[in-house]
């Protein structure tokens, strides 16, 4: 069980003067906002170990207020994130890119939220070389907005394009942010990521002296909602991350609303997972839809949602997203496309309404933090290592091991050739 332990203040006030980044003290110079980089979120579930930190993914504004105050309650650190296609120029969503650093700092300081949390950019996606040139424009402008951490997604792409984009936007990250990247598109159990696979994006990364602190496999997951038992192959995913181990990277989980919580805490047990991220479930909770125990929506025989009396949005808003769907021509997943017209007239309901939103939100996101996903009391474990390290940059986990000779440009095109794998269907697979 959560302790409900506040760190001291004296810590607390010391942790807020080093700890956060310097796009975060321009931004908020006088908030009370313990806002960091990922990359001290991912050494405390080291740290605690068998630990994953929920990365929630912000889709509306109260999934971020219920999202934090589960945190507080939980004494445990937490990632706020939103995704490219979610939030970035191309938005399904109000919340995005650019806003949600302000946000969660806002509430942040409103609820008196004093555990560490990091602003995620989930899913940059890169689909194509012609995207890393913009890519180099707009990445910066997010960590100017407040992004503290971000992951590079050009899974899409093959292997020694993915290694090459990868290597082209590094110099656009600042040093100190959390990094993330990603080998093999999520797309359940097609397409299944390999160890080759992620040791050539490990390799060939380190080789640059590039440390990322998460890598995001393919290993059985799909976005949305989960339409099978599938789920994320455990096996699978622990082979990888042994293989990666002299490399020092953590796992980032997708996918994470279809599985069960069994599964879920397989995945903390077995393999050196500390990032998970949970995103249409906290959406669907929001808006009052009746899910099972870990959170997929549980549909009717017409294969509807069922929303649940007295919980979320009034049932006349319901009815009004309904309607809307339809005539879009939205169903299952493609709810989430309801997150951007809707938001203001989430945030235009009666205060008892948007409260049981977000607090049916809290209650989720606390039993997965402290039944699920081990991550109780690691506030206190991250705020220790702040003050260790007296700075906003703990440096980096692993150290070169790779020759840079043996990883050019032409080098890395031959290598790419050896790689034998099996990349899936072609479609859109956007989370």
């Given at each position: ?120 950019a989930d899913h940059y996606g890169i689909k194509s070389k ?84 998460w890598i995001a496999l393919n290993n059985g997951t799909t ?127 009666p205060q008892s309404v948007r409260a049981r939103m977000a ?73």
């Amino acid at each position: 069980m959560a302790t409900n332990s506040a760190p001291a203040s004296q810590d607390f006030d010391k942790a807020l003067k080093v700890g956060r980044p310097p796009n975060i003290v321009r931004l908020f110079p006088n908030s009370k906002a313990l806002i960091v980089s990922g990359k001290y979120i991912d050494r405390a579930m080291l740290a605690k170990g068998k630990a994953i930190a929920m990365a929630a993914n912000g889709r509306n504004h109260l999934v971020i207020r219920g999202a934090l105050r589960a945190a507080q309650r939980a004494n445990s650190c937490l990632i706020i994130e939103i995704a490219r296609s979610e939030g970035g120029a191309a938005a399904y969503c109000a919340v995005n890119y650019w806003n949600i650093a302000r946000q969660v700092d806002a509430v942040c300081n409103e609820l008196g939220i004093r555990v560490p949390v990091a602003i995620h950019a989930d899913h940059y996606g890169i689909k194509s070389k012609a995207d890393v040139e913009g890519a180099k424009i707009e990445i910066p402008t997010i960590f100017e907005a407040g992004m503290t951490s971000i992951a590079v997604d050009a899974s899409h792409l093959p292997d020694e394009d993915n290694l090459l984009a990868n290597l082209q936007l590094n110099p656009f990250i600042p040093e100190w942010a959390g990094l993330e990247t990603e080998v093999g598109e999520i797309k359940g159990k097609q397409g299944l990521s390999t160890p080759q696979e992620a040791l050539f994006l490990i390799q060939g990364l380190n080789a640059h002296d590039i440390y990322p602190d998460w890598i995001a496999l393919n290993n059985g997951t799909t976005h949305g909602i989960e339409a099978s038992g599938q789920g994320i192959q455990v096996d699978l995913t622990s082979e990888i991350h042994s293989k990666l181990a002299p490399y020092k990277i953590s796992g980032a989980q997708h996918g994470t609303s279809g599985n069960n919580s069994d599964r879920l805490r397989e995945i903390a047990d077995r393999t050196r997972t500390t990032k998970a991220n949970v995103a249409t479930a906290l959406q669907m909770i929001s808006w009052g839809l009746e899910v099972n125990d870990f959170g997929n929506a549980i549909l009717d025989q017409d294969g509807g949602f069922i929303k649940v009396q007295g919980e979320g949005v009034t049932a006349e808003m319901w009815a009004e997203m309904v309607t809307h769907a339809k005539a879009q021509g939205l169903s299952g997943g493609n709810f989430k496309k309801l997150n951007l017209p809707f938001e203001n007239r989430l945030l235009g309901q009666p205060q008892s309404v948007r409260a049981r939103m977000a607090k049916r939100v809290e209650d989720f996101v606390y039993n997965m933090l402290v039944n699920v996903f081990n991550a109780t009391d690691t506030a206190d474990i991250a705020l220790q290592e702040i003050l260790e390290a007296g700075s906003h940059d703990p440096g980096p986990k692993a150290e070169g091991i790779e020759d840079k000779a043996e990883w050019t440009v032409a080098k890395i095109a031959e290598k790419a050739v050896l790689i034998d794998s099996d990349k899936g269907p072609e479609g859109d697979f956007d989370d």
